[in-house]
């Protein structure tokens, strides 16, 4: 059970930023102050702090427990109701940073449908290349990313997704269309829009091409797998896509079929090194996991 002197530990720890000067305003020894949080800590299930150094800095779940505790009136049933809710993920806020082929419609969806069994959750999502997805992650902006493999920066832990497979895309009208899956040799003279250079997976479907020395006749490039459908439904030529765009563009004046063989498209979560991960963002990370691996199937 909770009792006030374990909560008025806490909060004083988080006021005056560290166990020192907490002691000192509580007039209690260091140990003393230790020991309180720790059976908080024991009582909730909850780790509240780690260290760094010398000093012992507040997790996401403790500042928002502490949230509740500054709260006038907050009773300590609210506050065991509180943790039990962290603890299981079901509260407290969770910042999120993936590539645009996630937010197209995959992630919001997933989202959603994640909240409706966590109504206490807080969720923002960012999106932007995978490169600035893994510079929000280790800033400490967000707590969870998903990003393009390969992935070479310091200071991150992945771990791989499900792999998946670019598709090929084409306007529903087109002769290619009657095709159940399309090769490398059906694009050749065919007009192409293309992804930018800069993207990764433009370097993996230069790869497929060069090795079937096929070219192709590139009329539009773009960084975005959006814009290329949006391309193609109006006609301007063919494509290949990451699998989460595509899905967005199927049966809206867009054909969508497997290529043979294949490329492969790589993603992971990423997570900053030596960092602590609130229950939220990993129940979230497993819920993205899952949802990857539906969608493959």
């Known amino acids: 059970m909770l009792n006030p002197r374990q909560i008025e530990a806490f909060r004083t720890v988080i006021v005056m930023g560290g166990v020192t000067a907490a002691a000192r305003a509580l007039n209690i020894t260091q140990p003393a102050v230790t020991r309180l949080i720790q059976d908080l800590q024991h009582a909730l299930g909850l780790t509240l702090f780690v260290r760094r150094g010398a000093r012992l800095v507040p997790t996401s779940e403790a ?9 006038q009136f907050v009773g300590l049933e609210r506050i065991e109701n509180a943790a039990r809710n962290l603890r299981d993920g079901r509260a407290g806020s969770l910042r999120v940073a993936a590539l ?9 969806r997933l989202v959603g449908r994640y909240l409706e069994e966590k109504p206490d959750l807080e969720v923002a999502i960012y999106g932007s290349i995978s490169s600035q997805v893994v510079d929000w992650v ?11 493999l390969p992935l070479d920066f310091p200071g991150i832990d992945i771990e791989v997704l499900p792999a998946l497979a670019p598709v090929a895309v084409l306007p529903v009208g087109h002769r290619l269309a009657a095709k159940a899956e399309l ?16 993207t990764q997976l433009r370097f993996r479907i230069d790869a497929l091409f060069s090795a079937h020395r096929v070219p192709r006749r590139t009329r539009v490039e773009t960084p975005l797998s959006m814009i290329a459908c949006g391309l193609v439904q109006a006609g301007a030529g063919l494509s290949v896509v990451d699998p989460f765009t595509a899905a967005e563009y199927d049966g809206r004046g867009i054909a969508v079929r497997p290529l043979r063989p294949n490329a492969t498209y790589d993603i992971a979560t990423i997570w900053a090194s030596g960092r602590a991960r609130s229950a939220a963002a990993l129940d979230f990370a497993a819920a993205v996991k899952t949802a990857v691996e539906h969608f493959g199937a």
């Open 63 to 71: 500042l928002s427990l502490y949230r509740e505790v500054e709260r």
């Open 100 to 108: 645009p082929a996630f937010n197209v419609g995959f992630l919001p």
């Open 138 to 148: 280790t800033s400490g902006f967000c707590e969870v990313g998903f990003a393009q």
């Open 183 to 198: 090769a490398p040799e059906d694009f050749a003279d065919e007009p192409f829009i293309s992804l930018e250079q800069s």
